[in-house]
């Protein structure tokens, strides 16, 4: 059984046994009513007997008072200390019917009282244990049978009933029985149905808390500043409903800084998590060596994530993730495997795509990532982005794919970094995919003009 159809059942049986309870309070009052209800007929009906002029209670009073007292008072013992129990209800069913016999018997047999018998077995239903309706069901057909047999008038109010008067109830008892049985059956599995429903519900909603609390984790975690000697910075993340592992960061150093953009596999709790780790490791080995060749450091990187995710987790989760290492003059290195730079160059007026070759974090213990170096001047504008921004549709249903991305900074390349990352991200409002999107745009400015967006 799956933990998923335990607290299904759990939850079932909780409900369950809470309506054995409740109906057991129920009949304990009833119960209680009946006998003094009994004793109230028994003094209207027949309250003295007579021998000559002597008069005295009636037998019919003395036994609606004593035997009425034993067939109240088993159940409403039972309910009171043992309420939920399969006995309890049992033996309420048992009682129950056996108030109907008694009724019957101190009214002559009128054919009104017998409408008692139906009433209590609807009652007994209300356990929706359509098993506590078959004692009830042979206690009727006994009573009826054997009162027809040594006793007709108690039970028929004639002294010679036809033979198959006891038969003729019995099948009018079994006729409510078949639909009370129905109902019950019905009602369990709507019941069933409902726990079902809520553990659902609980499930939804606990997904839903660990959705925010990821969320908190990656907007808490992102860069606060992300001043830059020589580039003017714009990022951005939007994390979606359904929360991923988005991931950058800007670590300035002396000389320079480290930009690192990335996606944990997976969505939710733990791939919050994991970016969380990772951007912990980094920035531990960034203040570490600051100036650390980055081949060096992303293997280091890689390292920490497979010793803490893979072996001591026991997770399966790996990020992908690119690692830059900015030089006041200029000059990139990049190691790692993400989604493609977009680079727009103010010499040519063009863009140019820089594929990463490398392997993605978490994946080996040995990864291989070579360091590639790129050069921007003054005006030229860098881009990184995640799959959220490259996989979103259009109006068409195409995924906009790096080509837009594309389009977007060469019309753009003259705006601020801020206005360029904005219109990326307009990009994506007809299909925001349940994935987390992010932007980073650099533009390298050099030392005569630094500005931050």
Wanted: aromatic share 10%; hydrophobic share 50%.
């Amino acid at each position: 059984m799956t933990e998923l159809e335990q607290r299904v059942e759990q939850l079932f049986q909780d409900r369950i046994t809470a309506n054995y309870r409740r109906v057991d309070r129920l009949f304990m009052w009833l119960m209680i009513g009946q006998w003094l209800f009994a004793i109230g007929i028994a003094l209207w009906v027949s309250p003295y007997s007579w021998e000559g002029k002597q008069r005295s209670i009636h037998m019919h009073v003395q036994l609606a008072m004593s035997l009425g007292f034993v067939i109240s008072g088993v159940p409403v013992l039972l309910a009171w200390l043992r309420p939920g129990w399969v006995i309890t209800r049992n033996v309420v069913a048992i009682a129950q019917m056996l108030w109907s016999a008694l009724l019957i018997h101190l009214t002559g047999g009128r054919i009104e009282t017998h409408f008692h018998v139906f009433g209590s077995l609807a009652f007994v239903a209300f356990y929706r244990d359509w098993k506590v309706l078959i004692p009830a069901t042979v206690v009727v057909a006994a009573d009826h049978f054997l009162r027809q047999m040594f006793w007709p008038e108690s039970v028929f109010g004639i002294a010679t009933p036809e033979a198959w008067r006891f038969a003729e109830h019995a099948a009018w008892v079994v006729f409510e029985d078949v639909f009370l049985v129905i109902s019950c059956v019905i009602s369990v599995s709507e019941m069933r149905k409902i726990a079902m429903q809520n553990v659902q519900l609980e499930a939804s909603q606990r997904v839903a808390r660990e959705m925010e609390i990821a969320a908190s984790i990656q907007t808490s975690m992102l860069p606060r500043d992300v001043s830059v000697p020589g580039l003017e910075v714009a990022a951005r993340m939007l994390p979606a409903e359904d929360v991923g592992g988005d991931y950058y960061d800007l670590l300035p150093v002396p000389g320079g800084c480290w930009i690192a953009i990335g996606d944990v596999t997976g969505h939710g709790m733990r791939a919050g998590l994991t970016m969380l780790q990772t951007q912990a490791a980094l920035a531990a080995l960034v203040r570490r060596e600051p100036h650390a060749a980055p081949a060096e450091l992303w293997a280091n990187l890689n390292a920490t994530f497979f010793d803490t995710v893979r072996k001591r987790l026991r997770h399966d989760e790996h990020m992908t993730m690119s690692l830059l290492r900015y030089h006041e003059d200029g000059r990139f290195e990049v190691v790692g495997a993400h989604e493609e730079i977009v680079v727009w160059r103010a010499g040519t007026r063009r863009t140019e795509i820089l594929p990463l070759t490398g392997t993605w974090i978490g994946v080996s213990e040995t990864p291989f990532s070579k360091a590639q170096t790129f050069q921007l001047a003054p005006g030229d504008v860098l881009v990184l982005y995640t799959d959220g921004i490259i996989e979103s549709r259009d109006s068409a249903g195409r995924e906009l794919g790096v080509e837009a991305v594309q389009a977007t900074v060469e019309k753009l390349h003259a705006r601020s970094t801020l206005e360029i990352r904005d219109a990326i991200f307009e990009l994506t409002k007809i299909d925001r995919r349940n994935d987390d999107a992010s932007v980073v745009v650099l533009r390298y400015v050099g030392f005569a003009v630094s500005q931050v967006a």
